[in-house]
């Protein structure tokens, strides 16, 4: 990444969380984390990893659906919070799967103890 996308990034990852948690209403999987903002080198589409404190892949899923369903609102707030660039990239948001992982690690090593 060159210093315009980390930036960018970086950038999008502050504005994105609060707008985040305050349109998705559906609170039955609590507060939303945004861990990492990845964005293309044309500037075009961000990654954004996501995180929740459950496990449970029907709430995952649920998550999910949520987020998408808003994804359009979310996209024009944060239009809305970024004015110095000329195109809002299109938000792609994924699942930040290390979180269970390393839970996972640390129940394994808890047994084997």
């Not at 999987?29 to 995180?51: C, H, M, P, Q, R």
């Not at 938000?91 to 084997?112: P, Q, S, V, W």
């Amino acid at each position: 990444m060159s210093i315009t996308t980390d930036r960018l990034a970086s950038l999008i990852q502050r504005e994105l969380a609060p707008i985040v948690n305050r349109e998705v209403k559906d609170k039955s999987f609590g507060y939303i984390n945004l861990t990492e903002v990845k964005v293309t080198k044309d500037l075009s589409f961000a990654t954004i990893y996501f995180t929740i404190l459950s496990d449970d892949p029907k709430i995952i899923e649920k998550a999910k659906l949520s987020i998408d369903e808003f994804k359009v609102v979310i996209r024009m707030e944060l239009a809305k919070k970024i004015n110095n660039i000329r195109k809002i990239p299109d938000l792609l948001f994924k699942y930040d799967e290390a979180l269970a992982y390393g839970n996972h690690i640390d129940r394994i090593l808890k047994t084997i103890k």
